[in-house]
């Protein structure tokens, strides 16, 4: 008898959408198992047809647009891709529950959060109100939840990040699923947060003895909680196996390239590896791919390693100050320190960001958030600084409060020896094309009533830049170039371009006012690995070409390792660690950055290996015990 009998079998899967263009093949001729008790990881970059599949399994495709063509899904012997709606309905929820990506999005915002898990146990359990009240706070309970009967009354807006992903855990365990699909569960969560739901998702899943679908871009993530991987492009399955074996020995060039692209803290590059160094791939007119593998020489590698300026330092006396004297053994050959009395280019002198809590009818003032809470710095022309800390730290406001898009309450913003804190109207304005943002979200902080053209040409005339209509257009042009993009799609809407196209847009709104300072708030945390080191590949390059200065706002940090020169940790408003990024990560002082360095997922062959024994461990105990 098999140890580990399969409990989902999919053959030949194909999915596809009808769309103006024709037909999509979202999911084509995929074939894949997931064993009971045990983490299948679903690999690959947007468009890949992760989600799709697991859709496709819940039989949650749009109908109008979207339909199974071919193939089973053999599911404790029944075929979810033939099953009457009706008996599906009783699969969905009870057996099979899913975590989707966003649960900002998921979570209805009218009704309390407590009431929508209540709903489900209801459904599916037909228990009574008070019962399913119950068993909700003994949900909240298991996942974490602090003070669980007084957050199941709360909105899905009184409660952080994590904790509407916990929500969204238990209303998908609230049934006790044979199989849990997790669909990007920790993609844009701080690292600590995700380290806690990566934690809480592994012992329910050993708990339990469910088996779980972890669909995810992030290789890293996979390393932590997969017990075997399957990675997806363009819809095909290009490689499976054991998650020690994908790690250790990848065969395909598509999975040595996700590997590759990912910042590590103990990485050389100074250009990150792409997908287009393994591979690579065009479409063919049937609509599949030929791909084409490409060695990475040492060559290649050397010039990854090699090609880009060293890390800039404060200069040293300021170092000495700040407790990182300057220690040429410490520092790599091309690392250099700002000339001694240089002035800095933006120096933060106890900036307070507070908002007011109001209380009563009368709105009275009982207090205030001090979301930034007297920090002050120095940024030098040409350096990057990284600002890392979880969410609510105060990071974010920062960035907005250096280019005055919230207000500000105490302290100076000296921008090359002139106070932005005192600046209103036309002054404000002449330096804003001086200092630039780029947000997090291209989605929304692209007009979706813009063409690309009208967008950059509207920036350029408020600014001055250029003469005439025609000069400003050719710039446009230039600055497409520049970002990877063409001339033909300045008459594109946002909705035309994929999520990185989109980023690289909102890089070349920035530029386009010539700038000398730019604001990078998380700029790539939710987009894929591969297009995520394209975006940093271009951001250095930039940087280089331009002489431009950044301060570069993440919760990975990993990615501000990479980037960044000098690092700034952030919590609860305030700075509580100064210094040279290498220096930081190599001997943090507090113990805030050491739990924010540990959260890193570890994707190291040795610690996947001392997971896998230690969950080899756990299913035989379980199994001991389940036949005792």
Known sequence: MEAFPTLIDIRGLKTTFDTEDGIVRAVDDLSLAIREGHTLGLVGESGSGKSVTSLSIMRLLPEASASIDAGEISFLGKDLVRLPRRAMQSIRGRDISMIFQEPGTSLNPVFRVGKQVMEAIVLHQKVSKKEARKRTIELFREVGIPEPERHIDSFPHEMSGGQKQRVMI??????????????????????????QILDLIRKLRDERGMSILFITHDLGVIGEIADDVAVMFRGKLVESGPVEQIFANPQHPYTKGLLACRPQLETT??????????????????????????????????????????????PKPELEAIGHPWDETKHAADTTAVPDGQAPLLAIRDLKVYYPIKQGIFRHTVGHVKAVDGISFNVYRGQTLGLVGESGCGKTTTGRAIVRLTHITDGHILFDGEDVAEMHGKPLRRMRSRMQIIFQDPYSSLNPRMTVEAMLLEAMGLHGVGRTRQQ?????????????????????????????????????RALAVEPEFIICDESVSALDVSVQAQVLNLLNELQEQHGLTYIFISHDLSVVKFMSDMMAVMNEGKIVEFGPSENIYANPREDYTKRLISSIPDASLENIHRLQEKREKARQQRSKSAAG
């Not at 049937?286 to 890390?311: A, F, H, M, N, Y």
Request: hydrophobic share 35%; charged share 30%.
């Open 170 to 195: 238990a209303m998908a365990l609230s049934c006790n699923p044979r199989l849990l699909i997790a669909d990007e569960p920790t993609t844009a969560l701080d690292v600590t947060i995700q380290k």
């Open 269 to 314: 590059y100074k250009r990150l590896p792409t997908v287009a160094d393994f591979m690579d791939a065009t479409s063919q007119p049937d609509g599949s791919w030929k791909i084409v593998e490409k060695p990475l020489t040492e060559e290649r590698l050397e010039q990854l390693c090699s090609t880009g300026r060293g890390r800039l330092l404060h």
């Open 472 to 508: 400003r257009r050719d710039r446009a042009v230039g600055l497409l170039e520049e970002v990877g993009l063409e001339a033909m799609h300045l008459r594109r809407y946002p909705h035309e371009f994929s999520g990185g196209q989109r980023q690289r847009l909102s890089i070349a």
